[in-house]
């Protein structure tokens, strides 16, 4: 692990790379509540990418694993000032479905059929 740590901070390609495709990732998961909430007008770009950023770095204190409870009452506190509550919890569990729960979802179905590849060529070999 150190010397392949060593070898990818040498690379500053690989580097610059990491970051842009972390930052492509957080994009769009920062612009999952203003999606759910476009067609209401509740809140802007700017807004979405604030709010959900904030909740989800002022979760990342409080130590639950994976943020659990602490992500959905702090974005849910902050929407609601935005949105009213009802819209701010429906956004809330859209937002955690989007970024825990479909991603596991996605992930099991490629395991499970990269076994089910793997056991058919198992039983028919060429």
């Given at each position: 692990?150190?010397?392949?740590?060593?070898?990818?901070l040498?690379?500053?390609?690989?580097i610059?790379?990491?970051?842009?495709?972390?930052?492509?990732?957080?994009?769009?998961?920062?612009?999952?509540?203003?999606?759910?909430?476009?067609?209401?007008?509740?809140?802007?770009?700017?807004?979405?990418?604030?709010?959900?950023?904030?909740?989800?770095?002022?979760?990342?204190?409080?130590?639950?694993?994976?943020?659990?409870?602490?992500?959905e009452?702090?974005?849910?506190?902050?929407?609601?000032?935005l949105?009213?509550?009802?819209?701010?919890?429906?956004?809330?569990?859209?937002?955690?479905?989007?970024?825990?729960?479909?991603p596991f979802?996605?992930?099991?179905?490629?395991?499970?059929?990269?076994?089910?590849?793997k056991?058919v060529?198992?039983?028919?070999?060429?």
């Amino acid at each position: 692990m150190e010397e392949s740590g060593t070898k990818l901070l040498n690379d500053w390609r690989v580097i610059v790379s990491c970051i842009l495709k972390n930052m492509a990732k957080l994009c769009f998961w920062y612009s999952i509540p203003f999606l759910i909430l476009w067609q209401t007008g509740g809140v802007s770009l700017l807004t979405s990418f604030s709010v959900t950023s904030l909740s989800v770095m002022t979760a990342a204190v409080i130590p639950t694993p994976a943020g659990i409870g602490s992500t959905e009452l702090i974005m849910t506190s902050l929407y609601a000032v935005l949105v009213g509550s009802s819209q701010a919890a429906a956004v809330t569990l859209l937002y955690r479905a989007a970024t825990f729960i479909f991603p596991f979802v996605v992930g099991a179905g490629c395991i499970l059929g990269e076994r089910v590849v793997k056991r058919v060529r198992r039983l028919n070999p060429r």
